[in-house]
C-alpha cells in the first residue's frame, strides 16, 4: 500500500523560506511522477510543482516559478519542496500526490491517484 507522509510545514514570514519533504512507502517511484498541489481556504486544490522520478524533468506553476525548487532523493524515496520568498498567498495546505499512470507530467488533480494528509504552511507578519 503506497503511503505519503509529508512534514515540514509552519508558519514562516514573508520574504521567509521552508522546506517542505513527502516521504513515500510501499512502492517504487521509478516511472511515477511526483507533485505538490496546495489549496487555500475557500479556493481549489491547486498545482504547485512536480518532477518525474526517472529523469528528474520538473515543471512549475507560473505562481511559483523562480521561487519553488522541487527535487527528490531516490535513495529515500522522497520528494522535497524547497520554498523562497514566500508571500502571503502562498499561505495553504500542501500535499504531495504520486501520478502512477502517466509517462509525462500532468498538472490536473485528476491525475494523480495518490495524495498524503497534507501539511498547512502559513506567510505572515
Known amino acids: 500500500q503506497l503511503q505519503l507522509v509529508e512534514s515540514g510545514g509552519g508558519l514562516v514570514q514573508p520574504g521567509g523560506s521552508l522546506r517542505l519533504s513527502c516521504a513515500a512507502s510501499g512502492f517504487t517511484l521509478d516511472y511515477y511522477a511526483m507533485g505538490w498541489f496546495r489549496q487555500a481556504p475557500g479556493k481549489e486544490r491547486e498545482f504547485v510543482a512536480a518532477?518525474?522520478?526517472?529523469?528528474?524533468?520538473?515543471y512549475y506553476a507560473d505562481s511559483v516559478k523562480g521561487r519553488f525548487t522541487i527535487s527528490r532523493d531516490n535513495a529515500k524515496n522522497t520528494v522535497y519542496l524547497q520554498m523562497n520568498s514566500l508571500k502571503p498567498e502562498d499561505t495553504a495546505i500542501y500535499y504531495c500526490?504520486?501520478?502512477?499512470?502517466?509517462?509525462?507530467?500532468?498538472?490536473?488533480?485528476?491525475?494523480?491517484?495518490?495524495w498524503g494528509q497534507g501539511t498547512q504552511v502559513t506567510v505572515s507578519s
Open positions: 500526490a504520486v501520478d502512477s499512470r502517466g509517462y509525462s507530467i500532468r498538472t490536473a488533480r485528476a491525475s494523480y491517484d495518490y
Open positions: 518532477i518525474m522520478w526517472r529523469g528528474g524533468s520538473t
